[in-house]
């Protein structure tokens, strides 16, 4: 893409932003060459590695590449005989550590794998150069340490020792009381690398030795002592053989990263195309960028553009689908160049590998984004505005094709509006069949109704307050839009008689028509902001539709959950009836087979007529009475278990129930949200929770809807304590007690109720929250940390209607 037009849709100040979030020289470097990319396999692949980057991002878990350079070119010296600083080593050592380190980090994440595929060519074996370089080298690359070879350890402490000695022996002379009038200081200097004495001239004679070097004066001689040159040359000695130990270090240590340059230079290369996707990532999260859906259309909700206040900026929409060609109309300051440049730099910053500015966005590949914005007209090369824009024209007529995109700033303005108007016709229509998709901004009414006219091409409008007059920086797509000149005029401060007689110059036909253009974008804005309100019903319908269907489909699960329990139950009831009718009739039959083997033996031994076994036999037929009792009622127990199970909901006002746990029996008169008015015998109304209630099968069998004589039971105890202590129960003991007190205090009347369950392992305190949590009667629980307490608020308790 032609640098010109990438200027034009500000990218290099994008780049400076995006360069300033990478955190290596290599990737800086990386983000400064980054163009916008035609091929779309690599706009996918840029795209999916900025995805993976935001993934670490938002975990945390980015590696650091801070300490990375860019070592390429120092190892390719290095490998052709080059020894290295200690200082260039350094950075070697780093950017290893750098690069190795990320890789091993990026190998425990799984879903990244074009991010793995980035550092799969780093070689980790280059970590064992680092470490070398480390032990040699000072953490600042000032120097090697001592440390780097034994014989540079000896070298060194030797150094040290002879320059000490040496200093020592230098003083003493100095501190000669008869040398102290010949000398002219009592310091040690030195001079051509050698310790001295400055000495005065006149006493040359006074100390043996070597002068080294005289003052600009001839005054001062700086001699070294025939007393201190052994030892000087000694040090002197030790000094180039430091010199050559650490020469050899330097070599050995080069020769190391020579070796692996290749490796080196794969290592650089890695690590600036991982910091240049974690750059992206951190930049498209920055601006909340959308994921591009790829299509043959363009659409823009909710965009940007990036170098504006993101939380100030006006969000523009821009819905093209097929379109060829698009006319952006209205006043100036509106907002037509800033839309212009946002759609520009969306496909630009999209084929780069960043995520654009939008909620939604949806953009073809474009193998060039050609663009003519602005005043470029120029002193120097004699051109005016209108030349400017013409050599600019000329230029994206030359190198679109059917898959470039055209941005044009008020195209083919700057000359005579009759002759202007009808080049940008012209021109407008041999880019529509020649580009993908051109854009243009315009006050032409001719380039209007040309666009209101042609297959392929829509007009759009930016419009102004009816009421402030003021920008109103939107995009509405299918409407041309008006100038606003005069009212723009007066709204930045012309003087009002000067913008009235401007108005009566302009043909009445043409304000008109700005008149009707006008009562359209109000109409306009009217019916967006009635759709935006059916919108918002109709959402709030689909919320309670859901809602309702949540509802119904938790009721449908508890009658299920009902039924299955109510079998179960009666499976249960009919097992024991079962069982205690063969009980019984085991027991009748012993009773009847007793009696028999009695009265036969009273037939034999005649009847009997004592009191006693007169007392034996009616005890006999007391029990065979009972048993057959018994037996009898075992009996139709067992017959109405063995009816079908009928469970039907949801309840209806009218339905007659029963709510036995809380003693409630009546007809359903009311349900309002979860409760119902339940009305019982003598005009006694009472309020339950729907969930607790069950139709009333005995009132089915009656007919009575009203049950028996006693149709509400309402079991309240005066006397019920306030608060309950729960410390040494199981957790099942506590939930039990603690739903039966929050029964009866309902039941009572009482607003609050106190648990103490203790602070322990908190089993009982878990058990005891649940409970509460789920409890129907429970409005509120406040925990009272103090002493291993909850206070309990109630409402809606099943209480006189």
Same mark, same amino acid.
């Given at each position: 893409?032609?640098?010109?037009?990438?200027?034009?849709?500000?990218?290099?100040?994008?780049?400076?932003?995006?360069?300033?979030?990478?955190?290596?020289?290599?990737?800086?470097?990386?983000?400064?060459?980054?163009?916008?990319?035609?091929?779309?396999?690599?706009?996918?692949?840029?795209?999916?590695?900025?995805?993976?980057?935001?993934?670490?991002?938002?975990?945390?878990?980015?590696?650091?590449?801070?300490?990375?350079?860019?070592?390429?070119?120092?190892?390719?010296?290095?490998?052709?005989?080059?020894?290295?600083?200690?200082?260039?080593?350094?950075?070697?050592?780093?950017?290893?550590?750098?690069?190795?380190?990320?890789?091993?980090?990026?190998?425990?994440?799984?879903?990244?794998?074009?991010?793995?595929?980035?550092?799969?060519?780093?070689?980790?074996?280059?970590?064992?150069?680092?470490?070398?370089?480390?032990?040699?080298?000072?953490?600042?690359?000032?120097?090697?340490?001592?440390?780097?070879?034994?014989?540079?350890?000896?070298?060194?402490?030797?150094?040290?020792?002879?320059?000490?000695?040496?200093?020592?022996?230098?003083?003493?002379?100095?501190?000669?009381?008869?040398?102290?009038?010949?000398?002219?200081?009592?310091?040690?200097?030195?001079?051509?690398?050698?310790?001295?004495?400055?000495?005065?001239?006149?006493?040359?004679?006074?100390?043996?030795?070597?002068?080294?070097?005289?003052?600009?004066?001839?005054?001062?001689?700086?001699?070294?002592?025939?007393?201190?040159?052994?030892?000087?040359?000694?040090?002197?000695?030790?000094?180039?053989?430091?010199?050559?130990?650490?020469?050899?270090?330097?070599?050995?240590?080069?020769?190391?990263?020579?070796?692996?340059?290749?490796?080196?230079?794969?290592?650089?290369?890695?690590?600036?195309?991982?910091?240049?996707?974690?750059?992206?990532?951190?930049?498209?999260?920055?601006?909340?960028?959308?994921?591009?859906?790829?299509?043959?259309?363009?659409?823009?909700?909710?965009?940007?553009?990036?170098?504006?206040?993101?939380?100030?900026?006006?969000?523009?929409?821009?819905?093209?689908?097929?379109?060829?060609?698009?006319?952006?109309?209205?006043?100036?300051?509106?907002?037509?160049?800033?839309?212009?440049?946002?759609?520009?730099?969306?496909?630009?910053?999209?084929?780069?590998?960043?995520?654009?500015?939008?909620?939604?966005?949806?953009?073809?590949?474009?193998?060039?984004?050609?663009?003519?914005?602005?005043?470029?007209?120029?002193?120097?090369?004699?051109?005016?505005?209108?030349?400017?824009? &013409?050599?600019? @024209? %000329?230029?994206?007529? !030359?190198? +679109?094709? /059917?898959?470039?995109?055209?941005? $044009?700033?008020?195209? #083919? =303005?700057?000359?005579?509006?009759?002759?202007?108007?009808?080049?940008?016709?012209?021109?407008?229509?041999?880019?529509?069949?020649?580009?993908?998709?051109?854009?243009?901004?315009?006050?032409?009414?001719?380039?209007?109704?040309?666009?209101?006219?042609?297959?392929?091409?829509?007009?759009?409008?930016?419009?102004?307050?009816?009421?402030?007059?003021?920008?109103?920086?939107?995009?509405?797509?299918?409407?041309?839009?008006?100038?606003?000149?005069?009212?723009?005029?007066?709204?930045?401060?012309?003087?009002?008689?000067?913008?009235?007689?401007?108005?009566?110059?302009?043909?009445?036909?043409?304000?008109? &028509?700005?008149? @009707? %253009?006008?009562?359209? !974008?109000? +109409?306009? /804005?009217?019916?967006?902001?009635? $759709?935006?309100?059916? #919108? =918002?019903?109709?959402?709030?319908?689909?919320?309670?539709?859901?809602?309702?269907?949540?509802?119904?489909?938790?009721?449908?699960?508890?009658?299920?959950?009902?039924?299955?329990?109510?079998?179960?139950?009666?499976?249960?009831?009919?097992?024991?009836?079962?069982?205690?009718?063969?009980?019984?009739?085991?027991?009748?039959?012993?009773?009847?087979?007793?009696?028999?083997?009695?009265?036969?033996?009273?037939?034999?031994?005649?009847?009997?007529?004592?009191?006693?076994?007169?007392?034996?036999?009616?005890?006999?037929?007391?029990?065979?009475?009972?048993?057959?009792?018994?037996?009898?009622?075992?009996?139709?127990?067992?017959?109405?278990?063995?009816?079908?199970? +009928?469970?039907?909901?949801?309840?209806?006002?009218?339905?007659?129930?029963? =709510?036995?746990?809380?003693?409630?029996?009546?007809?359903?008169?009311?349900?309002?949200?979860?409760?119902?008015?339940?009305?019982?015998?003598?005009?006694?109304?009472?309020?339950?929770?729907?969930?607790?209630?069950?139709?009333?099968?005995?009132?089915?069998?009656?007919?009575?809807?009203?049950?028996?004589?006693?149709?509400?039971?309402?079991?309240?105890?005066?006397?019920?304590?306030?608060?309950?202590?729960?410390?040494?129960?199981?957790?099942?003991?506590?939930?039990?007690?603690?739903?039966?007190?929050?029964?009866?205090?309902?039941?009572?009347?009482?607003?609050?109720?106190?648990?103490?369950?203790?602070?322990?392992?908190?089993?009982?305190?878990?058990?005891?929250?649940?409970?509460?949590?789920?409890?129907?009667?429970?409005?509120?629980?406040?925990?009272?940390?103090?002493?291993?307490?909850?206070?309990?608020?109630?409402?809606?308790?099943?209480?006189?209607?």
């Amino acid at each position: 893409m032609r640098e010109h037009d990438l200027e034009l849709l500000e990218l290099p100040a994008m780049l400076a932003r995006l360069g300033a979030a990478t955190a290596s020289e290599p990737g800086a470097a990386l983000v400064a060459a980054l163009r916008p990319s035609p091929d779309a396999d690599v706009v996918r692949l840029r795209q999916q590695q900025t995805s993976e980057a935001i993934s670490l991002i938002e975990d945390s878990l980015e590696p650091d590449l801070g300490g990375a350079t860019d070592v390429s070119e120092v190892a390719e010296l290095a490998g052709r005989g080059s020894a290295l600083d200690t200082r260039t080593l350094m950075h070697v050592g780093r950017t290893i550590q750098a690069g190795v380190t990320a890789r091993r980090a990026l190998a425990d994440r799984v879903g990244i794998p074009a991010l793995m595929d980035i550092v799969a060519g780093i070689d980790t074996s280059l970590l064992s150069i680092a470490d070398e370089i480390g032990r040699a080298v000072e953490e600042d690359g000032s120097d090697l340490r001592d440390s780097a070879s034994p014989e540079l350890r000896r070298l060194r402490r030797l150094l040290r020792e002879g320059r000490g000695k040496l200093a020592e022996r230098l003083r003493k002379i100095a501190r000669d009381p008869d040398l102290a009038e010949y000398l002219q200081d009592d310091f040690v200097t030195e001079r051509g690398g050698r310790p001295v004495l400055a000495l005065r001239a006149s006493a040359r004679g006074r100390v043996p030795g070597i002068v080294h070097d005289s003052s600009g004066s001839g005054q001062t001689l700086f001699v070294e002592p025939f007393a201190a040159v052994d030892d000087s040359n000694r040090l002197r000695e030790a000094e180039i053989a430091e010199r050559e130990e650490v020469t050899r270090i330097l070599r050995n240590l080069s020769s190391l990263v020579g070796a692996q340059a290749r490796a080196l230079a794969d290592l650089v290369a890695a690590t600036a195309r991982l910091d240049l996707a974690l750059a992206c990532g951190s930049v498209s999260r920055s601006w909340r960028g959308a994921v591009v859906t790829a299509g043959p259309g363009v659409v823009l909700r909710g965009a940007r553009h990036p170098l504006l206040d993101q939380e100030a900026a006006i969000p523009i929409d821009l819905e093209l689908g097929d379109l060829r060609a698009l006319v952006i109309s209205g006043p100036n300051t509106g907002g037509k160049t800033v839309a212009l440049k946002t759609l520009g730099l969306a496909a630009v910053l999209h084929q780069c590998g960043l995520r654009p500015p939008a909620t939604e966005a949806a953009l073809p590949i474009f193998d060039a984004i050609l663009a003519d914005i602005g005043d470029e007209q120029s002193i120097v090369m004699s051109l005016s505005t209108f030349s400017a824009h &013409v050599r600019n @024209l %000329v230029g994206i007529l !030359e190198n +679109a094709t /059917r898959s470039s995109l055209v941005l $044009l700033d008020e195209i #083919a =303005a700057g000359t005579d509006p009759v002759e202007g108007a009808a080049l940008a016709e012209a021109l407008l229509g041999a880019l529509a069949a020649q580009a993908r998709l051109t854009v243009t901004t315009s006050h032409y009414a001719e380039l209007k109704e040309w666009a209101s006219a042609t297959d392929g091409a829509a007009n759009a409008a930016t419009g102004l307050d009816p009421e402030t007059h003021e920008p109103l920086y939107t995009v509405a797509l299918g409407r041309p839009g008006t100038s606003h000149a005069l009212q723009t005029a007066e709204r930045l401060g012309l003087d009002s008689a000067i913008v009235a007689a401007a108005r009566g110059r302009v043909a009445p036909e043409r304000l008109q &028509v700005a008149e @009707l %253009v006008a009562e359209a !974008e109000a +109409a306009a /804005r009217e019916a967006q902001g009635e $759709l935006t309100a059916a #919108a =918002a019903e109709r959402d709030e319908a689909g919320a309670a539709r859901a809602k309702a269907q949540r509802a119904a489909e938790a009721l449908q699960g508890e009658i299920e959950q009902v039924r299955s329990s109510a079998a179960a139950e009666r499976q249960r009831a009919l097992a024991h009836a079962e069982a205690e009718l063969t009980d019984v009739r085991t027991e009748l039959e012993e009773l009847r087979a007793e009696i028999r083997a009695a009265r036969k033996l009273e037939r034999e031994r005649g009847r009997a007529t004592t009191p006693a076994a007169q007392t034996k036999e009616a005890e006999r037929d007391r029990k065979l009475g009972a048993a057959a009792d018994r037996a009898a009622r075992a009996s139709r127990s067992l017959s109405r278990l063995d009816e079908p199970l +009928a469970l039907t909901a949801p309840l209806a006002v009218g339905d007659p129930v029963v =709510a036995a746990d809380l003693g409630v029996r009546g007809t359903i008169a009311e349900i309002v949200g979860d409760g119902a008015t339940v009305l019982g015998r003598g005009g006694l109304r009472v309020r339950v929770p729907v969930h607790r209630l069950l139709p009333d099968r005995h009132a089915e069998l009656t007919g009575d809807p009203a049950g028996p004589a006693v149709t509400v039971r309402a079991m309240i105890q005066n006397d019920l304590p306030d608060e309950i202590d729960l410390r040494g129960r199981t957790a099942q003991e506590a939930r039990e007690a603690v739903r039966d007190l929050i029964d009866q205090a309902a039941l009572a009347g009482r607003a609050e109720i106190r648990v103490i369950h203790g602070r322990g392992t908190g089993a009982v305190r878990k058990a005891v929250r649940d409970e509460l949590a789920k409890h129907p009667l429970v409005d509120e629980q406040v925990s009272d940390s103090a002493d291993g307490a909850t206070v309990v608020r109630l409402g809606g308790p099943p209480t006189s209607a």
